[in-house]
T-cell receptor
Framework: EAQVTQNPRYLITVTGKKLTVTCSQN?????MSWYRQDPGLGLRQIYY???????DKGDVPEGYKVSRKEKRNFPLILESPSPNQTSLYFC???????????????FGSGTRLTVV | KNQVEQSPQSLIILEGKNCTLQ??????????LRWYKQDTGRGPVSLTI?????NTKSNGRYTATLDADTKQSSLHITASQLSDSASYIC??????????FGAGTTVTVRA
């Protein structure tokens, strides 16, 4: 089954303790992206990657890091989490990075992160 | 700045009734517009993708319309079911591999 898999689904951590949220897709998609979703704000892009070793900042990159060493994996790293990073996080991928065509955008099931 | 605005923010309808959600966008250049359905705590799932030349597109009981001149789209839900309770998000790709997301409309269908 074609899918984007995120882990973990739920995570509670303490301020300052480094964490990684994993994201893996099995569709051989070139483009992957991370979003955070907060009530009333919609989805906001954190980082995206157009291909292996090619990443760039989205709209809210502060406090986050990413890497793209393999095509299928795109982990999100919080080096020193803070309470304002408490949010619902989604990873997504698509083949058509230009979004100009009919390519769908597949989202993972989400990771609910709480930083106390 | 590319923006996508949705209305209403939320609505409640009785099972079996119809409803229409609105999306206004200022994204440029425009190539397509997408509607997603997001169940609580889950990832968004694509309902429709409409390109510049399409005015109407249906997916079962969901019908999307697009007016590229006025930069407006609507999503019409016919004969609503309890399973339609979700957030509906309008998404418009912008330049530089970016997507502009609306804040979503939360639909609650009551029996």
């Amino acid at each position: 089954e074609a899918q984007v898999t995120q882990n973990p689904r739920y995570l509670i951590t303490v301020t300052g303790k480094k964490l990684t949220v994993t994201c893996s897709q099995n569709m051989n998609h070139e483009y992957m992206s991370w979003y955070r979703q907060d009530p009333g704000l919609g989805l906001r892009q954190i980082y995206y990657s157009m291909n292996v070793e090619v990443t760039d900042k989205g709209d809210v990159p502060e406090g986050y890091k990413v890497s793209r060493k393999e095509k299928r994996n795109f982990p999100l790293i919080l080096e020193s989490p803070s309470p304002n990073q408490t949010s619902l996080y989604f990873c997504a991928s698509t083949q058509g990075a230009g979004f100009s065509g009919g390519d769908g955008y597949t989202f993972g099931s989400g990771t609910r992160l709480t930083v106390v | 700045k590319n923006q996508v605005e949705q209305s209403p923010q939320s609505l409640i309808i009785l099972e079996g009734k119809n409803c229409t959600l609105q999306c206004n966008y200022t994204v440029s250049p425009f190539s397509n517009l997408r509607w997603y359905k997001q169940d609580t705590g889950r990832g968004p799932v694509s309902l429709t993708i409409m390109t510049f030349s399409e005015n109407t597109k249906s997916n079962g009981r969901y019908t999307a319309t697009l007016d590229a001149d006025t930069k407006q789209s609507s999503l019409h839900i016919t004969a609503s079911q309890l399973s339609d309770s979700a957030s509906y998000i309008c998404v418009v790709p912008g330049g530089s591999y970016k997507l502009s997301f609306g804040a979503g409309t939360t639909v609650t269908v009551r029996a």
